[in-house]
């Protein structure tokens, strides 16, 4: 019989140690110690050499493919996250802020994917099965495929898989379940650990996908151990402003689908709505002839985007600590054109407060949106508006250079079909081939920031 050990695990980082500590040695976090019981590796798990299967190893070559038949769960934004719909044996994890909606978007697909005759089976360990039916009542998710039950307990959920044989799995969420083989709470590093590697083992074997809710921390992180992401096939994060109606599903991870591949949803009464024209809806309220406000394209997997970029620039009432404060827009990198822009344009920003924000609560990280960004710091700075029809495309240097971007051509198809009339963009592009196809919009090749902002103000 397995010894039972007892050791301490930081619930923050999973460091493990023999005795009960006050500080973590690996992430240095106060009283996150906790004890946890674990079985000590007996006789029992030692294989002999010899019994493993020969048909374990074999060549590449041999190996039969995947055909990778997806299973598509009825809402176009979440086929398109998940690269066309559900592989068989992948394993989901969506993740998100609480309220934020992933309880609805897994309820609302399921229910679409049941009425198109896939038998799912959706075990919440948070809600009743009489709660589960009042919110899909709502959603319009009811139907005789859909099985609901409430159950915490891992060894009793995959009995009741091998009963009931569903087509997709659905655990709501993977912090609430257990394992008998470990005695910590539901919700630990070791519980979450352990459970999702029974639910990896049993899909795989089973070929069935599933998907997992998890819980994110107070950084924005899924909690749990960091091999919970690296476990499961994909990762999507579930994104949002408060203050907003509409909703973003960005893929972090995706074994087989383009990342980072990203969904627009907007939220209603009647649930989760998606978006198929999402540059319409962020470029709606643009105001007109605004100084500071710029037209950008940015992609999101392989779909491109064009949304408002908004600069404000002040003087600051504070001396020598000016504000620099950017809301979708890495901090940092705007505080690198700011320091581009004051040394090879010579603008004088050091005793200006500058606010960058990009419309519509989205979050934009690509270079790409670089020269957008410092054309509407300039802006603001000279209180000069710009064409409304004109749209900014390239990366800065840190010598003032206009740099190419990928996928210029998809970028420049987006602006084109929404009507924008101008287009700067860097000067290596070939630009024959472009114009060609884009008959209808002006080119405007540069090759420093200082030549745009000559085009363009």
């Known amino acids: 019989m397995a010894k039972t ?34 079985k000590g590796s007996g006789s029992s798990r030692k294989k002999l050499i010899g019994t493993l299967d020969s048909k374990s190893v074999q060549p590449v070559t041999k190996v039969e493919a995947l055909t990778q038949s997806r299973l598509v769960t009825g809402i176009g934004e979440f086929d398109r996250t998940l690269g066309g719909g559900l592989v068989e044996g992948s394993l989901v994890l969506i993740g998100g802020d609480p309220g934020i909606g992933k309880s609805t ?46 159950e915490i307990c891992i060894e009793d959920v995959l009995q009741m898989v091998e009963q009931v044989q569903p087509d997709a799995l659905v655990l709501d969420s993977i912090q609430t379940f257990y394992t008998t083989d470990l005695q910590s709470a539901p919700g630990s590093i070791g519980q979450v650990r352990e459970v999702a590697f029974k639910i990896f083992q049993y899909v795989k074997k089973q070929a069935m996908p599933a998907l997992l809710i998890g819980h994110i921390t107070k950084d924005g992180a899924i909690a749990g ?39 627009v949803f907007e939220m209603r009464p009647e649930g989760l709505v998606g978006v198929e024209n ?25 779909r491109p985007l064009l949304v408002e970029v908004q600069a404000l620039v002040t003087s600051s009432s504070s001396i020598g600590m000016p504000r620099r404060m950017s809301a979708g827009f890495d901090h940092n990198r705007t505080s690198l054109l700011i320091a581009i822009m004051e040394k090879r344009l010579g603008l004088n920003l050091q005793g200006e407060d500058i606010f960058i924000n990009i419309a519509g609560g989205l979050k934009v990280s690509e270079p790409a949106v670089d020269m957008g960004v410092a054309a509407a710091i300039a802006g603001s700075f000279r209180n000069q508006s710009v064409d409304p029809h004109t749209v900014l495309i390239g990366e800065v240097g840190l010598t003032g250079e206009v740099r190419a971007v990928m996928q210029l051509e998809a970028r ?8 924008f009339k101008r287009c700067i963009v860097p000067h290596s592009i070939k630009g024959d081939k472009l114009i060609n196809k884009n008959s209808s919009l002006s080119l405007i090749s540069v090759k420093t920031l200082s030549e745009a902002f000559d085009a363009v103000f």
């Open 278 to 302: 999402p540059s319409d809806i962020f470029l709606s309220e643009r105001p007109a002839d605004s100084a500071g406000s710029i037209i950008v394209s940015s992609m999101e997997g392989s």
């Open 225 to 263: 151990p960091k091999s919970l992401e690296h476990i499961v096939d994909t990762v999507i994060y579930f994104e949002g402003e408060k203050g907003h109606s509409y909703r973003i599903l960005r893929a972090i991870k995706n074994r087989f689908g383009s990342t980072p591949e990203i969904g």
């Open 412 to 419: 420049l198809a987006e602006v084109a079909r929404l009507g």
């Open 105 to 150: 978007l897994l309820l609302q697909s399921m229910g679409e994917m049941a009425k198109s005759g896939a038998k799912v089976l959706y075990v919440s360990g948070e809600e009743s099965p009489a709660q589960i039916k009042l919110r899909a009542d709502r959603l319009g998710a009811l139907s005789d495929n859909l099985l609901v039950c409430s």
């Open 5 to 38: 050990l007892i050791e301490y695990v930081c619930q923050t980082c999973g460091h493990r140690a023999p005795k009960w500590l006050g500080k973590c040695p690996e992430c240095e976090s106060w009283n996150t110690l906790a004890e946890e019981k674990t």
